[in-house]
Every structure is written in structure tokens, then in C-alpha cells.
């Protein structure tokens, strides 16, 4: 019998209804319209598509997007005062720096950089601190976006063994520490695999539970997963060909998995309604 195929599209779309509603009452109370600025530095193709989609999606819920545009020669100095300049703009509630960014910025010294409270996508160490103590400001984007999956999917994560494919400050590493809180959706074992890891596919094989984020087309095989494994994958590569695939090499894992995500419609669309929820958050303890 092939998995319960986690539609992240339909889910993402009911979130952004609720959150339009809550922007507008917001709004009515206090007058602010939460106010979200992107920077996309360069040219990078995938970038642009993702400012432009979040860009759309603001506007559907009613947060105010700006886009600071800056060419790829842009040096690491220029791109603090423009930082700067966003941190002291008090119309302004979330700053988002689009990755990655030219070899000569260093994306730590630019994430540093944006004040904490308008810290959106988690990304500060302040914020990364409160959330490994389990006390969030502000959930990280895609791995709350998969949380809300997990929950969508029925599965019970407390008590479950956990293996999460990738060891990323964006995704492994917040979603291990999300899963392993006290709470709904968490209270898992987790165990976070690398490339490094010995016996991979045989460690894989003992999840009830895969997060798939290590950047490899189709790396998790069918044979990789255990039968009835909660399977969440969060790549997305193109191929050759143009096609776009995950992680996981679904169709041959929606077999043997009890539930899977679709590249693409699954993990994406989620990142996106939870960037502006934080957004909204923001805007209210900015407020």
C-alpha cells in the first residue's frame, strides 16, 4: 500500500488564510502593518524565485514586503550599513538576507548583524540560544514548517527514533533540537547523520521518523527505509533535465513509507507561511 502523501501545499494555503485573518485584526487593533524586508545580494537564479515567491506571499496575507536588490560585487561593508540601516528603521518588524550570499560576505558577520527581534528567520545566535533551551522568540522556518507536517500527518513523534540526514545551522541541526524539546510534536530520540556518519543506510533503517536535508537528488532509497518511517524530505534539486526532485528517491520510498512529502509541493510551501508568521510575531512584540 503506498504512504499517506503529506500535502504541504493545501496545508501551507489554510495557514496563510488563518494568518491573513490575524494580520487584519492586528492591523485594526493597532494600526501597524507588519512589514517584512528582503536583501538579495547577486543574481542567483534559485534565490530570486524564492524572494519573489515569498514576495507574492506576503501580499496575499497582507504583510508589506520591500526588496533591497544589491549587485553581486557588493562588498561585506556595504552590506552592513544596509543592515544597519534596516535595524533602525522602526517601520521595519523582520529582515531577512537571502543565502547564500557572494564568497566575499561572510554570512555570519551579516546574520550577526541584524538585531534579534527582527531576526525572522532564527538565524542569530540569541535566538538559536532560546530556542536549544526551548523558550523560542521565533521557531526556524523550515523546520517548524515540518513540524507542522509531522503533526498533519498523524504521526507520534514522542518516544520515536528520529533520524535527521544533514547537520545544517538552516535545517539539521534547529530541527533535531526542535524534536528532542518537551512538547507536541517533539520528545523524539534523535539521532543527526552526516556525511561523515559510518553505516548510513543501516542507521537510516532504524527511523521511524527521516528528515531528509543533505542536498543529494534521490539519496534515500527505498531500501534505506523502514517500513511504515514518517519520511519528510526537504531537498530540492534540479536535475539535468530541469526536473525538480527531493532528497528521497520517492517514487520507489512512497511504497514502503507510512506517510511521505512530495518534492515539490511538501516542505516549501510551508517555510514560506511560517516566515510570515514570525513576521507577524515580530511586528507585535516590536509594537
Not at 487593533?29 to 528582503?38: C, M, S, Y
Not at 538552516?170 to 523524539?188: H, R
Request: charged share 20%; net charge negative; hydrophobic share 45%.
Amino acid at each position: 500500500m503506498s504512504a499517506q502523501i503529506i500535502d504541504g501545499k493545501s496545508l501551507a494555503e489554510k495557514l496563510r488564510g488563518q494568518l491573513k485573518a490575524d494580520v487584519a485584526e492586528f492591523q485594526s487593533q493597532t494600526g501597524i502593518v507588519p512589514h517584512l524586508a528582503a536583501v538579495l545580494v547577486g543574481d542567483d537564479p534559485a534565490s530570486a524565485v524564492y524572494v519573489r515567491n515569498k514576495q507574492r506571499a506576503c501580499e496575499k496575507a497582507g504583510i508589506r514586503s520591500t526588496l533591497h536588490r544589491l549587485p553581486s560585487e557588493t562588498t561585506e561593508t556595504e552590506l552592513l550599513d544596509l543592515v544597519q540601516q534596516l535595524n533602525r528603521d522602526d517601520s521595519v518588524h523582520g529582515i531577512l538576507v537571502q543565502l547564500p550570499l557572494p564568497p566575499q560576505i561572510r554570512e555570519t558577520a551579516i546574520l550577526d548583524a541584524v538585531v534579534p527581534m527582527k531576526d525572522v528567520d532564527c538565524f542569530h545566535p540569541e535566538n538559536v540560544g532560546l530556542m536549544v533551551q526551548g523558550r523560542p522568540r521565533y521557531l526556524p522556518c523550515t523546520p517548524s514548517g515540518c513540524q507542522l507536517l509531522i503533526q498533519e500527518s498523524g504521526f507520534e513523534t514522542a518516544g520515536a527514533h528520529a533520524v535527521i540526514l544533514g547537520r545544517s545551522e538552516i535545517v539539521g541541526k534547529p530541527m533535531a533540537m526542535l524534536l528532542v524539546q518537551k512538547g507536541a510534536v517533539a520528545n523524539a530520540t534523535v539521532t543527526i547523520a552526516h556525511s561523515r556518519t559510518k553505516n548510513l543506510a543501516e542507521l537510516v533503517r532504524q527511523a521511524d521518523l527521516i528528515v531528509a536535508a543533505i542536498g543529494k537528488p534521490k539519496f534515500v532509497t527505498a531500501e534505506m527505509v523502514k517500513p511504515g518511517a514518517c519520511v519528510i524530505d526537504v531537498g530540492i534539486n534540479r536535475l539535468d533535465d530541469g526536473t525538480l526532485v527531493g532528497d528521497v528517491d520517492y517514487e520507489a520510498v512512497k511504497e514502503v513509507a507510512g506517510a511521505i512529502t512530495p518534492v515539490p509541493g511538501g516542505v516549501g510551501p510551508m517555510t514560506i507561511a511560517m516566515l510570515l508568521q514570525n513576521t507577524l510575531t515580530a511586528a507585535r512584540l516590536l509594537s
